[in-house]
């Protein structure tokens, strides 16, 4: 496997449709949308996905292949609306490993570790994250990556017929 990670063109509606179709697979959907009432999640299309990435100049939206193969994605965004660090050179990062087939691998180490090199270039000293309390697997893997929960938000995402507490996790680079 030879990964290597690239940041989209914000002008590539192929992209958004594969990044739409991960987002609306309803294996990878509760783990990387909030859903924060008991209604179903809205779906959105590859065009609003598009016009919100251009708009917002503050995030930038990688993928990461293995050859040419796309495999997950990632971002980086300079003052996020719910970033709740109280520190102000803080990334708020997103990750999720699209390919099934890759779940499990190193896959998302790599990518981690890129986008932590990535952050550091742009001159972060800090990435918050969140991930769900019911996303045993993410919380084990953060913390192995030396992430902390620093923050609990209550009853933020509604999965499984019930309320989940969304745990905020910081790391200094």
């Known amino acids: 496997m030879a990964y290597s990670l690239k940041q989209i063109d914000k ?3 192929e992209i958004f449709k594969l990044l739409a179709a991960w987002d609306e697979d309803p294996e990878i959907k ?6 924060m009432s008991e209604e179903p999640i809205m779906i959105l299309h590859p065009e609003e996905m598009m016009a919100y990435a251009i708009k917002n100049k503050k995030k930038k939206i990688y993928v990461l292949y293995d050859d040419f193969k796309p495999v997950g994605t990632c971002s980086i965004e300079k003052d996020f609306g719910f970033l709740t660090s109280p520190f102000e050179d803080t990334a708020w990062i997103s990750i999720a490993i699209g390919e099934k087939a890759y779940w499990g691998t ?4 790599y990518l981690m570790h890129e986008l932590e090199n990535l952050a ?7 990435i918050e994250l969140g991930v769900f309390s019911f996303n045993y697997k993410a919380r084990r ?3 192995k990556m030396g992430y902390s ?11 499984e017929n019930k309320w989940h ?3 905020r996790m ?3 680079l």
């Open 120 to 126: 550091r270039e742009d001159g972060f000293s800090f």
């Open 149 to 159: 929960v620093y923050k609990i938000h209550p009853r933020f995402t509604f999965y």
């Open 165 to 167: 507490d969304d745990y």
């Open 170 to 172: 910081i790391k200094k």
């Open 106 to 109: 190193n896959a998302a180490g």
């Open 141 to 143: 893997f953060y913390q």
């Open 30 to 35: 509760p783990f990387v949308i909030p859903r």
């Open 11 to 13: 002008k590539n509606y």
